[in-house]
Structure formats: structure tokens, C-alpha cells
């Protein structure tokens, strides 16, 4: 517990910070002085450039703004069941994380919050997902990523959510999905097939733009905006 700093309120304890930036790796504790550890806060471990693991508590519910953004090292995270937000470019630029397994609790990603994973080639999302909302930027330039499924009762991909992922060959779309936006795939280059889901009504200006590998694109009825 000495590692971190703390802040508390009614609902519990915040890692806000950690008094090492050069610690390898991270075991953060469910409870701090009888309180529960309820979310790491904006960037508590930004720029510890040497940290390869981090064990979460079960009970957190956020991840802060850029709370391990340039963890350059990082290789896996274990998301707790207990997630419900990523916010903005929570895991930015964390260049040796390799796979991402999403809790069924988790109901928004922000923008940027795995940009420029450039080693990412696996995110695992459950059936049971409550994620609604993919922000933008969230998965940019994850140049690694190679096959996407998108779990039913995703609403929304963001401005760029996947835009320069030029190994995507392929992205599975939920039956849930109306709004494809601004350049959400652009320059995913491998990209060979998109089946878009009867229920999309909009698809925004670029959204599958310099896919140079896509050949055929079979439009939905449901579709009123492209």
C-alpha cells in the first residue's frame, strides 16, 4: 500500500499515484484502509515506462484518463468484472501489450484508450457484454490487430475507432450497431470483408476509406445515411 497515493470518498479509495515510476510491476490491493478500491484516477501510472504487469482489484470500477498511457512495456492487464469505464487514452501508446480480454460489466471505452497499441492482436469482448459505445480513436493505429468481434448491444463505433489497423482482415458487426462514424475504419488496408448488420442506419463520410483490399460491400435496407 505505501507504493500508491490515495484519494477517498463516500463511495471509497482512488490510486491517484505511485511514488515509483520505475516499478516493474504493480499489485494494487482490493482495500486501503478499510475502504474499497473503487478506480485508478487519471494518470496514476503515466509514463512508468518500465512496468510489464499490473494486477487490478475486483472492485474497481473506472480506469482514469491516461491512468497507464507510455506504460511502454506493459504486456497484459486483467481487466476486474467489476469495470465499467475506460476512460480516454487509458492504455495509449503501451507498446508491448499484446491482448486485451473486456469484462461483460464494461459499458463504454473512450477515446483513445488503446491507441497506438501497436502490439495488440487480440481483444476479446463476452456475448453477455454491456458495452454500448467504442469512442473515438479508441483502437487507432493498433497496426497489429487482426480480427475484430463486436459483442451485440454495441450501439456506436467512434471517429476513427479503428482507423490505421492495417492488419484487420476481418470485423464482426452486432445486429445492435446503428452508427458507423467519420473514418471508424480508414486505412485498415487488409480489410477483405464487412457484412454491415440490417439495423444500420448511418455511415459516416470515410468510414471505410483506403481499404484497398475490400471488394464487395452489401448495403442494408435499414440504411438512411452514407
Known sequence: ????????????????????????????????????????????????RALKTVELPK????????????????????LPESLRTLVGCAFERCFALKSVKFPASLATIDGSAFERCQALKKVEFPKNSALTRIGPWAFDSCRSLETVALPDGLTTIGH????????????????????????????????????????????????????????????PASLQTL
Open 1 to 48: 500500500v505505501g507504493l500508491f497515493d490515495w484519494k477517498y470518498d463516500a463511495t471509497g479509495a482512488t490510486l491517484v499515484g505511485v511514488k515509483d515510476k520505475k516499478i516493474t510491476s504493480a499489485q494494487i490491493p482490493a482495500t486501503v484502509d478499510g475502504k474499497p478500491v473503487v478506480a485508478i484516477g487519471k494518470i496514476a501510472f503515466q509514463d512508468c
Open 59 to 78: 472492485g474497481a470500477r473506472t480506469i482514469g484518463n491516461a491512468a497507464f498511457q507510455d506504460c511502454r512495456a506493459l504486456e497484459t492487464v486483467e
Open 160 to 219: 476513427s475507432a479503428f482507423s490505421w489497423c492495417r492488419a484487420l482482415k476481418s470485423v464482426e458487426l452486432p445486429a445492435s450497431l446503428t452508427t458507423v462514424d467519420e473514418t471508424a475504419f480508414w486505412y485498415c488496408q487488409s480489410l477483405e470483408a464487412v457484412e454491415l448488420p440490417e439495423g444500420l442506419t448511418t455511415i459516416k463520410r470515410c468510414a471505410f476509406s483506403s481499404c484497398k483490399a475490400l471488394k464487395t460491400v452489401e448495403f
